[in-house]
């Protein structure tokens, strides 16, 4: 009896180490010792050794099974938090049927009903999975977590928590970029100051270009809150000083795991804050035009539940979300979920990514490529080597729309140095630019491109032509292969030319495509910027139908350029207009992507003054 009044008291006190002793020592005097098995059960239940504390529990059960009712509940929690789900689902089923017992803990026996139904069936139907290491430049003895990857696949940044002192107590969180090469992730290397603080950072989502970060920090000077999301970017090789963002999206609550979609427009995070709908949410802010966040958004009991919603990551595609729950039917704790935006900007039913993805321990911070077959997660495989990063490949139904990227340098033609130019991406179904940003001080730039829309692509720089491109996925390109383009830029000079590539012409005609409008308008601002260059229209065709036929079409195309240029305010006398017809082909007349490429509008510089 004094070793198990001591072992309490040391319980009581936190000293688990001599606790369990006690307690141990006590049931190896008297193997009937209820109390003390009961009290074991609750120590390694709070340490999370839940194999341990259900082989007491049960033991407890053995001598009384009557004695304590309400130790069923904890016995079958242990049991369905060690995956022993059919031990588990027998005795909730007990706990549940007995009087007087808490109402909380018959509602949560319940739900753990559903949740051990659903993972002994789950469990019989597992979905592929075949983790591997990502690798020693990544994993060590340490804790590597929260895994965080560009659309290129070339740059991951992820959370590291050194173990330094003889006790193996945590020391800070730091952050560590690893870059893919000679088909490795080599060594990770410290991010750094400002990145990189005495106190704790981590939870970060990585632009698609890897050229800015949100992350999550604690206990900050600046915090508005216990936790609060920051901002930083890459300059010159190096991040800047992280900054608070602020409200609407901080507060005085939880902030935490932010993720930014592809185009930097919108961002979930998971909260705390009063108007939720469990414990923490879901939330997405998005930004307006003048770069500022919006108050942000719950999407509802779709996606949130009473109980904790956390790590949402969305995709390239700016559609599919994943997160993780434990108020969902699962496999127990936190369980990884997917889920879809809508085209009416409603969500669909959240779906379980299934066993053994999840299991009956906690699931979070599942990140997904670009293309959409290669996940990224932590997870404890081996205990002795602690949290290590995986990747394995997603199965065909749990994967969201393939996206693509353009990834450019951008050159002066006449030079050949990089140059730093705008950039901005179109989408031509609907005349609508999507994105504008600035190539970084290198002429580097990333643009993601997700499946079902046709895109335009525009670089400009002032004293230069622009640089036109477009993207038919509609029977013209697939996602299977991203585009690397070095993209000259011309200077304005006399007998430069560009190609309006975003300029579409109806089927044997002349009529310009309400697709056209936001390249010719790009032209009209570079005749208004530059007033004392003339330009030529020419017009070209493919080798389909005869040459007198194809140089009338191709005249009359460019002299529907020309008149769209003068109705939007260009002087008739800054512009000629002539048609090539097949001459100067870019491409053969045999393929259907050769005769596109022949099919084109140029505008050349022809005289300045």
């Avoid at 930014?260 to 802010?285: C, E, H, M, N, Y």
């Avoid at 081996?382 to 749990?398: M, N, P, V």
């Avoid at 990089?418 to 991406?425: F, P, Q």
């Amino acid at each position: 009896m004094k070793l198990y009044v001591d072992g309490v008291q040391d319980f009581d006190f936190l000293n688990m180490t001599s606790a369990e002793q006690k307690l141990k020592a006590a049931t190896k005097i008297d193997a009937r010792f209820y109390e003390a098995y009961l009290v074991l059960g609750d120590l390694l239940s709070k340490q999370k050794r839940y194999v341990e504390a259900a082989e007491n529990y049960r033991s407890a059960v053995k001598i009384d099974s009557l004695f304590y009712k309400p130790l069923f509940f904890n016995l079958a929690t242990a049991e369905m938090m060690s995956g022993d789900y059919r031990r588990a689902l027998v005795h909730f089923n007990v706990y549940v049927r007995q009087n007087g017992m808490s109402e909380k803990n018959v509602k949560t026996a319940a739900d753990n009903i559903s949740n051990c139904e659903f993972a002994i069936e789950a469990m019989k139907h597992p979905v592929l999975f075949n983790p591997v290491s990502a690798g020693p430049g990544i994993n060590t003895s340490d804790d590597e977590y929260w895994p965080s990857i560009t659309a290129d696949g070339s740059t991951l940044i992820f959370t590291r928590q050194k173990l330094q002192n003889e006790n193996m107590e945590p020391s800070q969180e730091d952050f560590y970029i690893s870059v893919f090469s000679d088909n490795a992730w080599q060594n990770a290397l410290n991010a750094g100051a400002p990145l990189n603080t005495r106190q704790n950072e981590g939870a970060q989502s990585l632009s698609s270009d890897g050229r800015y970060m949100y992350f999550t920090a604690c206990d900050r000077q600046s915090g508005m809150g216990s936790c609060d999301i920051y901002f930083t970017y890459l300059s010159d090789g190096k991040w800047s000083m992280p900054f608070n963002i602020g409200p609407p999206v901080n507060t005085r609550s939880w902030e935490s795991q932010p993720s930014v979609s592809s185009d930097g427009k919108t961002l979930f995070f998971s909260s705390s804050r009063p108007g939720g709908i469990g414990g923490k949410d879901i939330w997405f802010a998005r930004q307006n035009e003048k770069g500022v966040w919006t108050k942000p958004v719950n999407p509802g009991l779709t996606i949130n539940t009473a109980g904790d919603e956390m790590s949402p990551f969305i995709h390239f595609d700016g559609r599919t979300l994943y997160f993780s729950s434990n108020g969902r039917t699962g496999m127990g704790g936190f369980d990884i979920y997917r889920t879809t935006l809508r085209d009416d900007s409603t969500w669909t039913d959240p779906r379980n990514l299934g066993y053994p993805i999840n299991t009956y321990n906690d699931e979070t911070g599942l990140v997904i490529s670009s293309d959409g077959g290669k996940a990224y997660f932590s997870s404890i495989r081996e205990k002795s080597f602690g949290k290590d990063i995986f990747y394995f490949d997603l199965y065909e139904s749990a994967r969201p729309n393939p996206v693509s990227y353009i990834k450019g340098r951008v050159y002066d033609k006449a030079t050949g140095q990089l140059i730093k130019a705008d950039y901005e991406l179109i989408d031509l179904s609907l005349g609508k630019t999507l994105l504008k940003n600035s190539t970084d001080g290198s002429g580097e730039f990333l643009i993601c491109l997700p499946s079902g829309k046709n895109y335009g692509i525009n670089v400009s720089k002032t004293g230069y032509l622009f640089y036109s491109e477009n993207f038919l996925f509609d029977g013209q390109h697939t996602m299977a292969e991203p585009y690397v383009k070095r993209i000259n830029l011309s200077p304005v000079m006399v007998g430069e030319k560009m190609q309006l590539s975003n300029v579409f012409y109806e089927i044997d005609s002349w009529e310009l495509k309400k697709e056209s409008i936001v390249e010719l308008n790009n032209l009209v601002n570079l005749l208004n910027v530059n007033k004392n260059i003339k330009v030529e229209i020419g017009g070209y065709t493919d080798s389909t139908g005869s040459d007198e036929y194809n140089i009338v079409l191709s005249e009359k195309r460019a002299l529907s350029v020309v008149n769209y240029l003068v109705s939007n305010g260009i002087a008739a006398e800054r512009l000629k207009y002539r048609g090539y017809g097949n001459s100067d082909p870019l491409g053969d007349n045999v393929t259907e992507e050769g005769r596109r490429l022949n099919r084109r509008t140029e505008a050349k510089i022809i005289e300045t003054n």
